[in-house]
C-alpha cells in the first residue's frame, strides 16, 4: 500500500513534444503529490505538486493531471527542449513536510533537438 | 526559496574509516530532516527520518549503528556512515522540512560517497 507505480521507466520524445509521465498509488491517506526533477550529480528540484482536491494544476509548461477515484496522477511536459531532458519523480505523501515521501521510480527522459 | 546545503560535495575514503556528511537548511529551520540513498539510475531510498533534538527513526533494514543521524539544531543534521565499506558508496542526499503546514520538502545537492 506504500508503493508509487511509475511509467514508463524511460521516453525519448522530439523537441517541442508533449512528454506524459504517469504514476500510481493505493494508500488513499496520501494527499500530497510533487513530482521533481533531477540532473545527473544533482539533488532532486521540486517542480509542481498537487493535492487531490484539485483535478489539475499546471505550471507553465508543466501540468499535473489527477484522478482521485483512479489513484493516479501524471505529469504533462508541454512544448518539450533538450533542456527537460532528466530523470522525473514522482511522489506521494500524507501530509505536511513532516511526513516521508514515497518515491516512485523515476522515468529517464530524453528529448531529441 | 528555502536553500538546503550538503558538504562535502564528495568525498572518496578508505574501507574502514568513517565519514561525516553535513545537511544545513540555510535560511529556513527545518523541524524534520531526511536522509536519502541513491544508487546509480535508481530512485531514492528513504534511510531515516530525524526530528531536531529527538533519535532519528531509520527504515527497516537500514543499520542504525552504521548510519549515524545527529539532529542536533534546527538548521543542521549530520549523517555519519561508520567503518565505510565499499558497498557503502552512494549518492547520499538530504532534505528538509520547515514543519507542520508546510508541504514541500527541500532537497540538498547530494553527496557523492566513493569508499576504496
Known amino acids: 500500500q506504500q508503493q508509487v507505480k511509475q511509467s514508463p521507466q524511460s521516453l525519448i520524445v522530439q523537441k517541442g513534444g508533449i512528454s506524459i509521465i504517469n504514476c500510481a498509488y493505493e494508500n488513499t491517506a496520501f494527499d500530497y503529490f510533487p513530482w521533481y526533477q533531477q540532473f545527473p550529480g544533482k539533488g532532486p528540484a521540486l517542480l509542481i505538486a498537487i493535492r487531490p482536491d484539485v483535478s489539475e494544476k499546471k505550471e507553465g509548461r508543466f501540468t499535473i493531471s489527477f484522478n482521485k477515484s483512479a489513484k493516479q496522477f501524471s505529469l504533462h511536459i508541454m512544448d518539450s527542449q533538450p533542456g527537460d531532458s532528466a530523470t522525473y519523480f514522482c511522489?506521494?505523501?500524507?501530509?505536511?513536510?513532516?511526513?516521508?515521501?514515497?518515491f516512485g521510480t523515476g522515468t529517464r527522459l530524453k528529448v531529441l533537438a | 526559496g528555502a536553500v538546503v546545503s550538503q558538504h562535502p560535495s564528495w568525498v572518496i575514503c578508505k574501507s574502514g574509516t568513517s565519514v561525516k556528511i553535513e545537511c544545513r537548511s540555510l535560511d529556513f529551520q527545518a523541524t524534520t530532516m531526511f536522509w536519502y540513498r541513491q544508487f546509480p539510475k535508481q530512485s531514492l531510498m528513504l534511510m531515516a527520518t530525524?526530528?531536531?533534538?529527538?533519535?532519528?527513526?531509520?527504515e527497516q533494514g537500514v543499520e542504525k549503528d552504521k548510519f549515524l543521524i545527529n539532529h542536533a539544531s534546527l538548521t543542521l543534521s549530520t549523517l555519519t556512515v561508520t567503518s565505510a565499506h565499499p558497498e557503502d558508496s552512494s549518492f547520499y542526499i538530504c532534505?528538509?522540512?520547515?514543519?507542520?503546514?508546510?508541504?514541500?520538502?527541500?532537497f540538498g545537492p547530494g553527496t557523492r560517497l566513493t569508499v576504496l
Open positions: 532534505s528538509a522540512s520547515g514543519g507542520a503546514g508546510v508541504d514541500e520538502q527541500f
Open positions: 530525524s526530528n531536531e533534538g529527538s533519535k532519528a527513526t531509520y
Open positions: 511522489a506521494a505523501s500524507r501530509g505536511s513536510g513532516t511526513y516521508k515521501y514515497i
